[in-house]
């Protein structure tokens, strides 16, 4: 088997991703050229009248696409098992095979971590403008509530300020 990737480039166009499958899934690409020239030589058996070679090909044409089926099943069944090791082990699988939901998820896991680092850092930022640690390098609540009331108070006091009285 090939050796997995990390996952596709960002900005992976058609031609790098065609590619790639190529080259994880062969005995699809095989199976599937092999169902298309079937049916391109049943065609051609069929505009000459041969209605026996005809069929002959059809017939191949339904091995080629079981074939396929197989060899796109195996598949699946390969990434399954990827993925069951690669969870057992505590690492992620490669991004090409991720499921959608798996990304969605992955996703909202790193999108929340942002956001709660980001509401760690904002109140520990807020705790020490209040000027209401104590000693310990504890919050006292009673001193941050009071704090931030009076300088609320004085915000409104400032808004309702005339223009000329603020000078």
């Known amino acids: ?5 990390d996952g596709p480039p960002e900005g992976e166009d058609f031609l ?3 590619q790639r ?3 994880e899934e062969p005995a699809v690409t095989a199976g599937a050229l092999a169902t298309v020239a079937a049916l391109w030589m049943a065609t051609r058996q069929f505009r000459r009248g041969n209605r026996a070679g005809m069929n ?3 017939r191949f044409r339904v ?3 079981g074939f396929t089926l197989l060899a796109i099943c195996s598949y699946s069944f390969s990434v399954h098992k990827r993925r069951q090791a690669a969870a057992a082990v505590g ?4 991004r090409h095979i991720q499921s959608a939901a798996m990304k969605q998820k992955n996703d909202e896991k790193e999108e929340f971590e942002r956001r709660l680092e980001h509401a760690v850092k904002t109140t520990k930022a807020e ?3 209040l000027g209401a640690i104590d000693d310990k390098g504890k919050v006292d609540w009673k001193e941050a509530w009071k704090a931030g009331i009076l300088r609320k108070n004085a915000e409104n006091d400032e808004k309702r300020m005339k223009p000329s009285e603020r000078a």
């Not at 088997?1 to 990737?5: K, N």
């Not at 690492?91 to 490669?94: A, G, T, Y």
């Open 16 to 18: 790098q991703k065609a």
């Open 127 to 129: 705790e020490e403008s």
């Open 63 to 65: 091995a080629a696409q």
């Open 56 to 58: 002959q090909w059809l």
């Open 91 to 94: 690492e992620e699988p490669p």
């Open 1 to 5: 088997m090939p050796r997995q990737q």
């Open 21 to 23: 499958k190529i080259v």
